[in-house]
């Protein structure tokens, strides 16, 4: 079992910037691809970022070239920067973790650990 803990959601203004930590904790050894996720009620939950234990990343277009992903290993940490914000990223965004493969997927079925989630806010 992996558990998984988000922190630093808050409310932002256009353009601005917000870094999202995850903590794992638990068989963390097992957690092979990590991966950001939002969601906005009533739409499905799409993937904004994924990175592999070495360190590959793959983001969607959407959000390539405003927001990074990064990983420590060695702390169990991953963290998401989000740079440039507009008000279309208001979400409950999402830490999950990958036990299966290490595959860089942005489909949240290929993820079988959850955070619990935390609010972004941007407005205009």
């Known amino acids: 079992q992996v558990q998984l803990v988000e922190s630093g959601g808050g409310s932002v203004q256009s353009g601005g910037s917000l870094r999202l930590s995850c903590a794992a904790s638990?068989?963390?050894?097992?957690?092979?691809?990590m991966g950001w996720f939002r969601q906005v009620a009533g739409k499905e939950r799409e993937g904004v970022a994924a990175?592999?234990?070495?360190?590959?990343?793959r983001y969607p277009n959407s959000v390539k070239g405003r927001f990074t992903i990064s990983r420590d290993n060695g702390k169990n940490t991953v963290a998401l920067q989000m740079d440039s914000l507009k008000p279309e990223d208001t979400a409950v965004y999402y830490c999950?973790?990958?036990?299966?493969?290490?595959?860089?997927?942005?489909?949240?079925?290929?993820?079988?650990?959850w955070g619990q989630g935390t609010q972004v806010t941007v407005s205009s």
């Open positions: 638990g068989n963390t050894g097992s957690a092979y691809t």
């Open positions: 990175i592999d234990r070495a360190g590959s990343k």
């Open positions: 999950a973790a990958n036990s299966w493969e290490d595959a860089l997927s942005l489909n949240r079925y290929d993820y079988n650990y």
